[in-house]
């Protein structure tokens, strides 16, 4: 975000938190962006043009739980845990049966896969799955990693004028640095994809009621049975 704001004479202030904590930070105006959402048609708030990221979100598994991978159909019936707040299932291809737990990290996510509490552990893979398999030296003879889909990342934002200006701002600014090159430059550095505009394509944006979610009246509530933590 300072790559994209400052030479434009805009500062940025960032804070690290817990998924559902800096969305409750957007919704009390303690901040201006949400970093890292999904495009979701939601009531009340809006997203930029441009994406930041193209997530790969994937599954961690130990192998003899799996004889032959099937991707969603893999999933049903078995004990997904993902990180609270993530809904991963909005943007499934297809609506199946799962027992789902939010965690807290993934570190305690893949503790109760190791603790036979858990089936499937979900999160993104080169930001997630990957970096935590090697900090907890897992052995990959054991487990396994597959990808069960592709959806690109967005700065998310209340319906306000303040934040029509700054979208305005951020996608300006990301049509000159990719038309120029210097996007990609700076991915590379950071040993990151590019993206790409034609990562459109991977975007699902579904609409969403936030109420009938809470409340378990939506469209998953037959096919998601909540797990006590």
């Not at 991977?202 to 979610?213: A, E």
Request: proline share 5%.
């Amino acid at each position: 975000m300072e790559y994209i704001f400052k030479p434009i004479a805009t500062d940025v202030e960032s804070f690290q938190k817990p998924f559902m904590r800096a969305f409750d930070d957007l919704n009390s105006g303690k901040v201006d962006a949400h970093v890292g959402s999904f495009a979701i048609d939601m009531e009340g708030y809006i997203f930029p043009r441009w994406h930041f990221y193209l997530s790969h979100i994937g599954v961690i598994f130990k192998k003899d739980k799996v004889a032959k991978w099937q991707g969603y159909k893999t999933l049903s019936n078995n004990r997904v845990g993902w990180i609270r707040g993530y809904y991963f299932n909005l943007f499934f291809d297809k609506k199946i049966p799962i027992q789902l737990l939010e965690v807290s990290n993934l570190t305690q996510c893949i503790n109760l896969i190791k603790s036979g509490r858990l089936d499937f552990c979900m999160d993104g893979m080169i930001n997630g799955l990957h970096p935590i398999s090697k900090q907890m030296q897992l052995s990959m003879d054991e487990y396994r990693i597959e990808t069960l889909y592709k959806e690109p990342t967005f700065l998310r934002f209340l319906d306000t004028p303040r934040s029509k200006k700054i979208i305005a701002l951020y996608d300006n600014r990301m049509d000159y640095l990719y038309n120029s090159g210097k996007l990609a430059n700076f991915y590379k550095k950071l040993k990151l994809p590019p993206i790409s505009p034609k990562e459109e394509k991977f975007i699902k944006r579904p609409k969403i009621n936030l109420k009938d979610i809470l409340a378990g009246t939506d469209d998953w509530a037959a096919y998601i049975k909540y797990i006590n933590p």
